[in-house]
């Protein structure tokens, strides 16, 4: 079972930040946190992925707290083209496969 | 540089036949994952190829099987298709075991009929 828990669905307005949480209380100390996403009717794509530190890339930013709880993606400027299902995973980097959880759908409107 | 690649997109087989899927990881990447999609399941780990070993194996049946090359390309094979096994089934690869940011490709759409 996913260790990770994520809002089923969310909205967000074009041209605002999205701000996607993910609570994981349960995280042990070598697991990282993996966001993915995926289109509808393409495979999941990698965003970013943190173990404590904020971590930034041309995407979109990973905010986790200092308890390594729960963490924060945040995509600065969301286009209708980031409208997918938000996938936050928690995965020690060696040996382990990725289990996914059901995500949040984010709907970016007009 | 190309993607990882997954031929066939789509098949469409009757119950009880077998299938066989492909995957071409990106150029260099070492290690090969399959995954099942379903609308009730969601993302379902089936198993991990690296260096044409079976690294890591999820909770599925038998009838799931796969084999990975020497040039790092993967098939996955279904044996005696159920009705239950209609899913997209995805492929991702990675430099090595573990490594981070898997990249998927665009997966197989298998309809059992």
């Known amino acids: 079972d996913a260790k990770t828990t994520q809002p089923p669905s969310m909205d967000c307005a074009e041209g605002r930040a999205a701000n996607l949480p993910c609570n994981h209380s349960t995280i042990s100390g070598n697991e990282y946190v993996y966001w993915y996403r995926q289109i509808h009717s393409q495979g999941p794509q990698y965003i970013i992925h943190?173990?404590?530190n904020n971590e930034t890339n041309e995407m979109a930013s990973l905010i986790i707290t200092e308890d390594r709880k729960s963490s924060t993606l945040i995509l600065p400027h969301a286009t209708l083209r980031d409208t997918a299902v938000y996938y936050c995973i928690l995965r020690a980097n060696y040996g382990q496969n990725f289990v996914f959880g059901p995500g949040t759908r984010l709907s970016v409107l007009p | 540089k190309a993607g990882v690649t997954q031929t066939p997109r789509y098949l469409i087989k009757t119950r009880g036949q077998q299938v066989t899927l492909s995957c071409s990881p990106i150029?260099?990447?070492?290690?090969v994952s399959w995954y099942q999609q379903t609308p009730g399941q969601g993302l379902q780990f089936l198993f991990e190829?690296?260096?044409?070993?079976?690294?890591n194996k999820g909770n599925f049946p038998g009838r799931f099987s796969g084999r990975q090359f020497s040039n790092s390309r993967s098939e996955m094979n279904v044996s005696t298709l159920e009705l239950g096994d209609s899913a997209l089934y995805l492929c991702?690869?990675?430099?090595?075991?573990?490594?981070?940011?898997?990249?998927f490709g665009s997966g197989t759409r298998l309809t059992v009929v």
């Open positions: 943190g173990l404590k």
């Open positions: 190829y690296f260096s044409e070993t079976q690294r």
């Open positions: 991702a690869s990675s430099l090595a075991q573990g490594a981070p940011g898997y990249t």
């Open positions: 150029s260099g990447h070492r290690s």
